[in-house]
């Protein structure tokens, strides 16, 4: 009999499913006709997973003792003597108790798909052996029941059971998850909806990989050799040079488009440029390709090109990244046409990026007019056609001269100007010109070996000759110039355009049009100094001693700033340039002064604001005590008029309650003040959560009728204010009693996770609605504005000034079936030595 198929369900945390699926589906197998048992399954007490175990055949478990505790595992022996076609397992990574054939349940299932058993088992996926440290670092929660990835990866089939994360809480929330007892801790831990949305994101990646795998082994076992793209996949040829950082960022980017791209580079050491690496250039991309989340490989081939193309489509590359050529464009022209232009020949299916870098020249440099139309190096390769192509043409036409060659000859001649030209522009032309002129009347025209012309008519031709010559050599020089005015222009509409649409930037125009500046005019660094000396923008490597030309940033006949340009002269036709920049720059700085007087606009109009609350306020909450203290004092000192001790205390005790409110409120007053001008004066300590939240409880005298706690004991100590945490709970707690329904309770509880502990305070009242909650927390702002009798509106204002203030948060959040939870979330304060390594 054959090994027995395994179909694992994965899921991404418990209760998303996966028992109920299982045993969905083995109703389902049953119901077409296979034999299906129930061998291990965990219902947790789960309403709607028992009701699907009915109807199924389970098999008994096996009861062990083990230190006075019965458990129940799986009878591997009971389920391997019924032989079913299908056992049901759940949880999969389980450790069996001590005693058993194997150590873990998933050794038990290796044995019955080794009895020809097929087997639905399940897993979450913080259980998979490779995943465990990311799951404790996403939930804090280290996982000590793990399977190993190569028994998952062995299954026949892998199902993800997935469940939207607020779903999950949902489902948890109305119990269907945990008992009720249980719900709210799990909610504020390890079901939080950053932890879920991580472990659902980890569940379905590493199905991806899987898939991947299979995807390729498919491809190879079929002879595939042409690329499928289901994932975005880039690989950046490196060669060890400068430019490596510049291509590794972009092809991070271009994979990052994609959810689940991936990141290759690839070094070729072989012939050619891809040869030959830096010192360390190769360590140090290794490293960035780590911190890009990509992965580094290495490879030895003579065929650059055809490396790179097989490397890429090894690994079902769809994007392959190539830095510019670093060889000019007369060795490109002369020799091979390169590594790029091959490997976009061979490239197929797979997109290429050729992406420029500082090593291939410093940015795009306006072409500069001076020192004729052609360069240099142009008109001496001109002169060096001249010189050398003459004297083989003569010994050319030499061997086949007759009387009747001689147009030939000229004909031939000038082909040698024409091309001379062309190469070289007029001046090697001309030389060539005459060069060859006086080589056709010493060589062939009559009397040969001599100078002199016999015929006047021969004379003339010759003189045609040189004309045309001249003409041709004229041509082709202009021809050569408009060339490079005409590039000039397209560059000078670049920069035109760059510049024009920097202004619409912000403050970042600024850096970007002195950067545009240096690398237009071909500078080693530029820098914008303001009228007072500072140091505005820069860009590249100014030399303070070193020779640069200013040019003066003006408005109003004043000057604003001051544009440096090291290492060079600007001539006039660049000039025309700089005056464009040096005026967007203008209008840059004028724009930046017009954004600050705006921010300082809104910070009055802010003020205005508080200020107009303030004084509503004032006017209304500090009248009635003021009023209720002047009356109580003024009874008591009225004159004529005799009050008993009753009284008289009744109207003490007005007074001191009114004063008492005042205190507050000024205090309150003056605190909000201190957090909005940021002069708040923290004292960070340890501090016991307990001791905090008993001493607040003192404070507001609220007993066990009112407050539920939940205190965790083992939570190490809040690094905190001990003064500022107080009053923060007791203004969060003060505003829950005052919501909560009657006849309920306010749940204060206490946990820890990663490096932050967290005092949640949980009322069941009416709630907040999630676009109202950040005005909760504007100072003189109360929900709904109802009741103005319950003070300033500066409790929960403070109360968030003062924990950002102690470097933590004050959030909301819903409680599950109805009202507020606030969590006030502080660093701990854990002893020398437990830090997480």
Not at 6 to 20: D, F, I
Not at 318 to 331: F, H
Not at 598 to 607: F, G, H, N, S
Request: glycine residues 10%; aromatic residues 4%; without cysteine.
């Amino acid at each position: 009999m054959g090994a027995g198929r395994l179909r694992v369900l994965l899921g991404a945390a418990p209760g998303v499913g996966k028992t109920y699926e299982m045993l969905s589906e083995g109703r389902r197998l049953r119901d077409e006709g296979r034999d299906v048992v129930i061998a291990v399954v965990e219902t947790h007490g789960r309403a709607a997973t028992l009701a699907l175990t009915h109807g199924l055949e389970e098999v008994p478990r096996r009861v062990v003792t083990h230190r006075g505790v019965e458990l129940r595992e799986m009878d591997l022996d009971a389920v391997l003597a019924r032989r079913p076609q299908l056992a049901l397992v759940d949880e999969l990574a389980h450790t069996n108790a001590p005693g058993s054939r194997h150590a873990k349940r998933w050794e038990d299932v290796d044995e019955l798909l080794a009895a020809g058993i097929d087997v639905i088992a399940t897993v979450n996926v913080q259980h998979i052996a490779s995943l465990g440290a990311v799951v404790e670092q996403i939930t804090g929660v280290p996982q000590r029941e793990t399977v190993p990835d190569a028994v998952v990866r062995a299954a026949d089939q892998i199902e993800v059971v997935d469940l939207a994360p607020q779903a999950l809480r949902d489902r948890l929330a109305a119990g269907l998850v945990y008992p009720a007892e249980r719900v709210d801790a799990a909610l504020s831990n390890y079901f939080r909806l950053g932890n879920l949305t991580a472990l659902r994101e980890l569940a379905l990646l590493w199905l991806a990989d899987e898939v991947d795998s299979a995807l390729q082994q498919y491809r190879r076992q079929h002879g595939i050799e042409g690329t499928w793209q289901a994932r975005e996949r880039v690989v950046v040829a490196l060669t060890g040079g400068p430019e490596g950082d510049t291509l590794l960022r972009r092809g991070a980017r271009i994979a990052a488009r994609s959810a689940g791209g991936e990141l290759l580079a690839v070094h070729v050491a072989g012939q050619d440029g891809l040869r030959s690496a830096a010192p360390g250039s190769l360590a140090d991309a290794r490293a960035l390709v780590e911190a890009l989340g990509g992965t580094y490989h290495q490879l030895v081939a003579d065929d650059i090109p055809r490396a790179l193309v097989d490397f890429a489509r090894s690994v079902n590359a769809t994007q392959l990244v190539i830095g510019v050529s670093r060889r000019n464009r007369l060795w490109s022209a002369l020799g091979d046409p390169g590594i790029g232009a091959t490997v976009i020949r061979e490239s197929g299916d797979i997109d290429v990026h050729i992406v420029t870098h500082a090593a291939a020249g410093r940015g795009s440099v306006l072409p500069r007019l001076r020192g004729g139309a052609l360069s240099v190096k142009r008109r001496i390769l001109g002169f060096v056609v001249a010189v050398v192509g003459g004297p083989l043409l003569s010994w050319f036409l030499l061997s086949f001269r007759s009387a009747d060659s001689i147009t030939a000859d000229v004909l031939a001649y000038q082909l040698l100007v024409v091309i001379v030209a062309l190469v070289g522009g007029i001046w090697p032309a001309l030389f060539a010109a005459v060069l060859s002129g006086l080589t056709l009347d010493f060589l062939f025209v009559e009397p040969y070996f001599t100078v002199t012309i016999a015929d006047p008519a021969e004379a003339v031709a010759l003189a045609l000759y040189v004309v045309i010559a001249v003409l041709v050599s004229y041509v082709v020089d202009q021809a050569a110039r408009r060339t490079r005015l005409a590039q000039r222009a397209s560059a000078e509409s670049e920069l035109l355009v760059t510049v024009a649409g920097s202004i619409l930037r912000g403050q970042s125009a600024l850096r970007a049009l002195v950067t545009r500046a240096r690398e237009a005019f071909g500078m080693t660094g530029a820098r914008l100094v303001a009228a007072d000396g500072t140091v505005l923008a820069t860009d590249g490597e100014p030399v303070p001693d070193g020779r640069f030309t200013t040019l003066e940033v003006r408005r109003g006949g004043e000057t604003q700033a001051v544009l440096e340009l090291h290492g060079g002269d600007l001539d006039a036709t660049t000039r025309r340039l700089a005056d464009v920049i040096v005026a967007q720059l203008g209008a840059v700085l004028e724009q930046t002064e017009l954004a600050e007087s705006a921010r300082e606009a809104d910070v009055l109009a802010e003020t205005d604001q508080v200020r107009s609350a303030l004084l509503s306020a004032v006017s209304h909450d500090l009248r009635r005590p003021l009023a209720a203290a002047v009356a109580a004092v003024g009874g008591l000192r009225a004159l004529g008029v005799e009050l008993s001790a009753a009284d008289r205390g009744e109207l003490l005790a007005t007074a001191d309650e009114s004063l008492r409110t005042l205190t507050q409120l000024v205090t309150d007053l003056l605190d909000v003040s201190r957090v909005e001008a940021g002069v708040l004066a923290v004292s960070l300590s340890p501090v016991d959560a307990m001791t905090a939240i008993s001493a607040a409880l003192d404070e507001l005298g609220a007993g066990p009728d009112a407050v539920e706690l939940a205190i965790d004991t083992d939570l190490p100590p809040l690094r905190a204010d001990p003064v500022l945490l107080q009053r923060v709970i007791v203004n969060v707690i003060a505003n829950a009693l005052r919501h909560a329904p009657a006849g309920t309770r306010v749940r204060i509880s206490t946990s820890g996770l990663a490096e932050a502990g967290e005092i949640r305070i949980i009322d069941h009242g009416p709630g907040i609605p999630s676009d109202a909650r950040d005005q909760v927390f504007v100072p003189f702002q109360r929900h709904g504005d109802s009741d103005n009798a319950v003070g300033l509106g500066l409790g929960l204002a403070l109360s968030r000034g003062f924990t950002e203030g102690m470097g933590g948060t004050l959030t909301p959040e819903d409680t599950p079936g109805g009202g507020l939870t606030m969590v006030i979330s502080l660093p701990l304060v854990r002893p020398v030595g437990t830090e997480e390594s």
